[in-house]
């Protein structure tokens, strides 16, 4: 590739898995593991692409949080991620259901509108110093799940009555009773 000019991959923030702390730009292999294959295989993908950098390949990383639809319409296309808890809301009554960590005050998520991160990208992809640079296209404060929750219940029209479960017993009943992934359209 003679004429590359520069190589742009999108990567993810979620790289860090279970890291537990913080998990900087220049942060790749700390020994986490991860809570999905998705996670994993863009962890893979951005070792090769380091491995590329340090060949001289002009490539630039960007790890954007969960992307969510447009910070000024809310339109999107995709409805994974925190789209799931907000179709499961909608399924519910006035007051809804939701199973939840025991921890939803304390732990974070971190969710991006698309324009942010396209703008990023386009902004930075132009710029000669970003070649062999990782940037992560995240909220510096990110809200907490229980904000978040909370914000989905707003939009929905919904008071939610959170019950708090083990991670592991809720990815169980999403994965071995049979019905509940197609009842809740939550994904373990």
């Known amino acids: 590739c003679a004429k590359l000019r520069r190589l742009q991959y999108v990567s993810t923030c979620y790289v860090s898995g279970r890291f537990p702390g913080i998990f900087r730009e220049r942060d790749l292999e700390r020994g986490q593991k991860f809570n999905n ?3 994993e295989t863009k962890y893979l993908a951005e ?3 380091r491995r590329a950098i340090e060949d001289a390949v002009p490539a630039t990383v960007y790890r954007p949080g969960v992307v969510v639809g447009d910070s000024a319409s809310g339109e999107t296309q995709k409805y994974d991620g925190p789209y799931s808890i907000i179709r499961w809301l909608l399924k519910q009554p006035t007051v809804a259901v939701l199973p939840v960590p025991s921890d939803v005050d304390r732990l974070r998520t971190n969710l991006v509108p698309r324009d942010f991160v396209i703008d990023a990208i386009a902004a930075l992809s132009t710029l000669p110093s ?22 989905m219940g707003e939009a929905t029209g919904r008071v939610v009555a959170r019950v708090p479960m083990p991670v592991g017993l809720a990815k169980a009943a999403i994965d071995w009773v049979p019905g509940v992934e197609r009842v809740m359209g939550i994904p373990s």
């Open 130 to 151: 970003a070649a062999g640079v990782t940037y992560q296209l995240a909220d510096p404060d990110p809200p907490t799940i229980d904000e978040a929750i909370t914000a």
């Open 47 to 49: 070792i090769e692409i």
């Open 37 to 39: 294959y998705y996670e």
